[in-house]
């Protein structure tokens, strides 16, 4: 690996992560809205939401990412939605992961105790008002570090975005790649600037399990 090789290869593949964070963010928060809402349904008393809901996040968790990509991105333009292959992406990623954030949101608002709501229904507060001001804080505070794995895995996944021709980082290696054939001093460098971007965001979610953690044991005392 030559100095001479990473300072040439350096600014393309930093173009490239600058992709990747946008796509990562982008599907974090679509999946985050689409999995609230599945997580509201399938807690919900109407049988046929939940069911709907469960039908929904079990199909999604039952095709691999790259086939929902390949669907939104080859299929939809052919029902006359045009997409590009940046919101294909996010669209696809944010979709293959709202299953996973409905299950850690719904985990969340089934730990809440359930004297907790009685004593807000006691003194006169509406469903929507328990769920928005008791419910869903302390839900989200116990999703918060399964939430960061969630992120880790999307930013991981979104080299996926590499097969429909997306040029963030794993795309803008394989170009660089095929033209120099530096295979070991581009790929290492993609890993290199993965684990910078990924580290970071791993370390934050221990940090949140841990403490989380000690507030759980502290409570309970």
Do not use: C, H, W
């Amino acid at each position: 690996m030559e100095f001479s090789d990473v300072a040439a290869f350096l600014p393309i593949l930093l173009k490239g992560a600058v992709v990747t964070v946008q796509i990562t963010i982008g599907a974090l928060l679509l999946s985050s809205f689409l999995g609230l809402i599945l997580a509201l349904m399938k807690l919900s008393p109407f049988r046929a939401l939940s069911l709907t809901a469960s039908t929904i996040v079990n199909v999604i968790r039952g095709l691999p990412i790259i086939v929902q990509l390949f669907y939104i991105y080859f299929v939809i333009p052919e029902l006359g939605i045009q997409l590009s292959a940046f919101q294909a992406s996010i669209i696809g990623l944010g979709i293959a992961y709202s299953a996973y954030q409905a299950e850690n949101f719904r985990a969340g608002i089934e730990a809440i105790d359930s004297g907790q709501i009685e004593a807000a229904k006691s003194i006169g507060m509406k469903s929507r008002l328990i769920m928005r001001r008791v419910v869903l804080p302390q839900a989200i505070r116990i999703a918060l570090p399964p939430y960061g794995n969630t992120a880790v895995m999307i930013l991981k996944d979104s080299s996926l975005a590499s097969t429909i021709t997306v040029a963030e980082m794993t795309r803008a290696g394989q170009l660089i790649a095929a033209s120099t054939f530096q295979n070991t001093t581009v790929y290492t460098m993609v890993a290199l600037l993965y684990l910078a971007l990924s580290l970071p965001l791993i370390f934050g979610v221990n940090r949140l399990e841990r403490y989380f953690g000690k507030s759980a044991k502290g409570a309970g005392k």
